[in-house]
């Protein structure tokens, strides 16, 4: 099967191109946003074949993965034809959430894939068709040492995303535990939460070499309030990290109680970093169990089953 779509999340990118088809990512002049092509960070196998958008329409694409509201448009017009489609919905709903309709509700050619079972319950998806296939992850391999007494965090622009991503919050949390925070445009941060000396940046870093860092971390703090489900978060528990995390969205569902502990009380998330930070062996215990809970919901295996079973259902032969 040959599948045409965006490089638009590389970590959920990354599991699903690990199939068994042939991937056609599009490319724009400059690699902006409608264009970027193959990733650089991240390990994409050789079935993934960047393709300049003015040459889309000799291709013989057989189904289009949308993840992007205006991405419909773009295919009927770079492709020239309509092709199968699903659009893979990653977010949850934004503002006025009991009231948020999907942008695809009024259709019923399109399938919402929905990355959480939060995200199926929360969105308004009208009368569109809705799956829910949760996550798969490339097992990065037990990596963890918890060598350093610190909590790492991974975000990606934890600035412009102050209060979704819990980035207020990290100063109380620096206070129980200094915190190492990977991810994009991160190196602003410790000055501007005024935690020179508590906090450590690091940005862009393949991803391989930050599953190695961040290995090191005795815990992993997960501080997000409004987020769908971060593979950062699976990511974590399979190098076989203990979990600090909010019980907000999916977190409840993917933390079970022996891997670390989630709640929406800041004394009780500050009391288990504190431990984890100081307590090696009940850090790596609950970090292993984070990794069989990982490994046994959140595989690579499970998940590209899962989708095969979906595309092969709405491409037609």
């Not at 090696?280 to 919901?297: D, F, I, N, S, Y």
């Amino acid at each position: 099967m040959k599948i045409m779509i965006w490089h638009v999340h590389g970590s959920w990118t990354t599991s699903f191109v690990h199939g068994r088809h042939e991937y056609l990512v599009p490319l724009t002049p400059g690699r902006g946003p409608d264009g970027r092509g193959r990733a650089d960070t991240y390990p994409w196998p050789g079935s993934v074949r960047e393709v300049p958008y003015d040459r889309l329409a000799g291709e013989d694409v057989d189904v289009v993965v949308y993840q992007r509201p205006h991405e419909p448009g773009l295919a009927r017009e770079w492709l020239g034809r309509k092709v199968p489609g699903v659009y893979v919905e990653h977010n949850t709903p934004a503002g006025d959430v009991p009231k948020t309709r999907h942008p695809l509700a009024d259709r019923d050619d399109i399938p919402i894939v929905h990355v959480t079972h939060f995200n199926d319950l929360f969105w308004d998806s009208g009368r569109a068709p809705t799956r829910v296939i949760e996550h798969g992850v490339v097992d990065p391999g037990y990596l963890y040492t918890g060598d350093l007494a610190r909590a790492g965090v991974v975000v990606n622009e934890p600035i412009r995303r102050w209060r979704v991503a819990g980035t207020d919050l990290l100063p109380v949390f620096a206070a129980t535990a200094p915190l190492d925070v990977f991810g994009m445009k991160v190196t602003k941060l410790p000055a501007a939460l005024g935690l020179a000396g508590e906090m450590e940046a690091f940005e862009d870093l393949p991803q391989a070499a930050m599953h190695a860092e961040l290995a090191r971390r005795r815990v992993y703090l997960h501080p997000y309030r409004w987020t769908s489900l971060g593979l950062s978060l699976i990511e974590a528990m399979m190098i076989g990290m203990p979990i600090v995390a909010l019980a907000t969205t999916e977190a409840v569902e993917a933390v079970p109680p022996e891997a670390g502990v989630v709640s929406t009380k800041l004394p009780t998330l500050l009391r288990a970093l504190n431990q984890f930070a100081n307590e090696p062996e009940l850090a790596v215990q609950a970090g292993k169990a984070a990794r069989c809970a990982a490994l046994a919901r959140y595989n690579l295996d499970r998940f590209l089953t899962d989708w095969d079973k979906l595309l092969t259902s709405i491409v037609p032969g």
